[in-house]
Nanobody, 115 residues
């Protein structure tokens, strides 16, 4: 059974940084892709950052140059480093992992940026 556990959310002032972690219950190399998505109140869930098995990454337009996704293979963890946070980054952030045609989601972690 695949489990994804997010951590690292919280309250931060605009311009600050947060680091989100997503710990998987399986070796992350089993997943074709892992990523972070976010959903703000009244809005659709959107891609924040994604990393595929080759290590290639892609980012949502709103976070390019500010956020970085990476993997800690030894800990089966995907990390999202968020810098220069803005109030519009406020949302619930979800980790997603894809194995073949199956998507798995974490429970989400709240990020609130005060401006």
């Amino acid at each position: 059974q695949v489990q994804l556990v997010e951590s690292g959310g919280g309250l931060v002032q605009a311009g600050g940084s947060l680091r989100l972690s997503c710990a998987a219950s399986l070796n992350i190399f089993l997943f074709g892709a892992m990523g972070w998505y976010r959903q703000a109140p009244g809005k659709q869930r959107e891609l924040v950052a994604r990393i595929i098995s080759t290590g290639s990454t892609n980012y949502g337009d709103d976070v390019k140059g500010r956020f970085t996704i990476s993997r800690d293979n030894a800990k089966n963890t995907v990390i999202l480093q968020m810098n220069s946070l803005k109030p519009e980054d406020t949302a619930v952030y979800y980790c997603k992992a894809t194995m073949y045609t199956n998507d798995y989601w974490g429970q989400g972690t709240q990020v609130t940026v005060q401006g």
